[in-house]
């Protein structure tokens, strides 16, 4: 199973921006997807953005045009990165990482992924 470890989650007011990054190891397949979740209290969590191995990406309407994600890899490691820019106070939640080996199609529907990670804070205040 992969393993993924986040970073970079903090305090921000609105109007200004964070880049949380994803750290995964242990892929055994060339096909995959990654994405990044969210949940904040007394919610489920929603999908947010998700990058497949064939380059294709999708992301959630409320963050079209503010959040950009991208994906890099250095031999046996994989960088998921999530830039986020124009926060509002509605994006507060704890920000989660997830993979899937094997499929190559984007999905936002957390039950297509299969490895998480342990998740990383963003708060906005107004």
């Known amino acids: 199973q992969v393993q993924l470890v986040e970073s970079g989650g903090g305090s921000v007011q609105s109007g200004g921006s964070l880049r949380l990054s994803c750290v995964a190891n242990?892929?055994?397949?060339?096909?995959?997807?990654m994405g990044w979740f969210r949940q904040a209290p007394g919610k489920e969590r929603e999908g947010v953005a998700c990058?497949?191995?064939?380059?294709?990406?999708?992301?959630a309407d409320s963050v079209k045009g503010r959040f950009t994600i991208t994906i890099s890899q250095d031999n046996a490691q994989r960088t998921l990165m999530l830039q986020m820019n124009s926060l509002k106070p509605e994006d507060t939640a704890m920000y989660y990482c997830?993979?899937?080996?094997?499929?190559?199609?984007?999905?936002?529907?957390?039950?297509?992924?299969?490895?998480w990670g342990q998740g990383t804070q963003v708060t906005v205040s107004s």
């Open positions: 990058i497949s191995s064939a380059g294709t990406t999708t992301y």
């Open positions: 997830a993979a899937q080996e094997v499929y190559d199609r984007t999905s936002l529907n957390p039950g297509a992924f299969t490895s």
């Open positions: 242990g892929y055994r397949s060339s096909g995959f997807r």
